[in-house]
């Protein structure tokens, strides 16, 4: 595979614009599914993403509740006042290919082999089989530590911590990220976060030698998709569909690949959901659960299984809500850890802490789902941990800050999740 990308592309990012769309149409559909018991463990569950309070009590784990009841299912139209023109064609249709490299066998073939690595040397770097464009960033990734916030003794020997700065063009607040699929080098993050003005943002990224994430490139950033109420969940699901948690209406987003608009949300409420989810994230190849998907509630920790099934429309309904265990910290984003990695000697998971200001560790179960007592800090020294993403090139942690200067801060030294 490659992910190289000539140095022009700096340049060509300054046709991120966004544009007017055509209105927006929306129909409702009611499904109907049946209750079943309902008994469950709840937190705090209302309040704003401004109180820093941590929960006082300490992990524990739930009986598994499920709960499914009328959920009300909004579809949207395809085009929206809010959405912008999609950049995609100008992000990917100039990547160069690597060529053909010649077998160790070939010793004495001719000098005008169908290798040329040499002469590629000076901008692309190949790594485990992929290639990346070597671009230095503007502005150069800063250890953590210079800003107070560090690694703990138990990771701090594995693991790097940069902080990545702020990004001019993202309105305050920032939500959620991920890595456009398809992309490697646009990162799409939640801007405005919590509002009705929120929007996924396409910024152009750059990475080193190893394919580790270094900075913004400094060009235009732009807003790409509407999305009002984003908050630490943006994940990518089946079918490619973009899901995205909305805080504090209590509701799941959804949008189709392509898409530039919500194209379908649930309320999460009649499902038995206590409000509102922050973060979700679908379960990694390989780890137990596979494929679920996985949410949290801010700030009671309340940690839920969405049995998803396809609606025949390229989107998907919740069939109900499994309650599972809940977590302490005003739990957000969060990313699946495999047990390959120093530190965690079982399959794992990093979660953002809005409300304590770290990241923390936790063992997870057969299900995917995080044991409250085997948690421990990975980060402190945060203000407002928020977005939570594990890049599939190099492992690197990503997570952003909601407030607290609004941070990208990348962490080194993982491997990536099996895609």
């Known amino acids: 595979m490659s992910l190289s990308r000539p140095y022009a592309a700096l340049a060509s990012l300054s046709l991120l614009a966004c544009t007017p769309g055509q209105g927006e149409t929306s129909d409702t559909d009611t499904s109907t599914t049946t209750t079943s018991t ?54 990917t249709s100039d990547a160069t290919s690597t060529t053909d490299a010649t077998s160790d066998s070939d010793t004495n073939s001719d000098s005008d082999s169908d290798s040329d690595s040499d002469s590629d040397s000076d901008s692309d ?21 210079l800003a107070g916030i560090n690694l703990t003794p138990e990771f701090d020997p594995f693991y790097t911590c940069y902080d990545l700065g702020n990004l001019n063009g993202v309105p305050n607040n920032w939500g959620g990220l991920t890595i456009k699929q398809g992309d490697p080098y646009t990162l799409l993050i939640g801007g405005a976060a919590n509002t009705t003005q ?14 580790h994430i ?20 943006v994940t990518y699901g089946p079918d490619g569909v973009l899901f995205l948690a909305r805080w504090p209406v209590n509701q799941l987003g959804q949008q189709k690949p392509g898409s530039l608009v919500t194209d379908k949300i649930i309320d ?25 998907l996985k949410a949290v509630s801010w700030a009671g920790g309340q940690w839920y299984t969405l049995n998803l099934s396809p609606d025949g429309d390229g989107t998907f309904n919740v069939t109900g809500a499994v309650l599972k265990t809940t977590i302490v910290g005003g739990p957000e984003g969060f990313v699946h850890i ?11 998971m990093l979660v953002s802490e809005y409300s304590a200001n770290k990241i923390a560790a936790y063992d997870v179960n057969a299900e995917g789902d995080p044991i409250g007592a085997t948690r421990r800090d990975f980060i402190t020294g945060l203000s407002g941990a928020e977005g939570a993403f594990l890049d599939p090139e190099s492992g690197d942690f990503l997570f952003t800050t909601f407030g607290g200067g609004n941070r990208l801060i990348a962490v080194r030294g993982f491997l990536p999740n099996p895609q």
């Open 198 to 211: 929120g929007k996924l943002y396409a910024v152009e990224i750059t990475r080193d030698a190893d394919c």
């Open 268 to 292: 999460l409420g009649p499902l038995g959901v206590v409000p509102s989810p922050g973060g979700l994230n679908v379960v990694p190849k390989g780890f137990g659960g596979e494929g679920q």
């Open 338 to 348: 495999g047990a390959e990695n120093p530190g965690f000697p079982v399959n794992g």
């Open 125 to 145: 770097s190949t790594t485990g089989g992929v290639t990346c464009t070597v671009i230095e960033p503007p502005v150069a990734p800063v250890d953590c530590a």
């Open 214 to 233: 270094t900075g913004w490139s400094g060009a235009p950033i732009s807003a790409y998709a509407e999305a009002e109420y984003n908050d630490g969940g």
């Open 38 to 91: 309902t008994a469950s463990t709840s937190g705090p569950g209302t309040g704003s993403e401004s109180d820093t309070d941590q929960p006082t009590t300490d992990p524990g784990t739930t009986t598994a509740t499920t709960t499914t009841t009328d959920a009300t299912t909004t579809d949207t139209a395809s085009t929206s006042d809010t959405a912008s023109t999609d950049t995609s064609s100008t992000d």
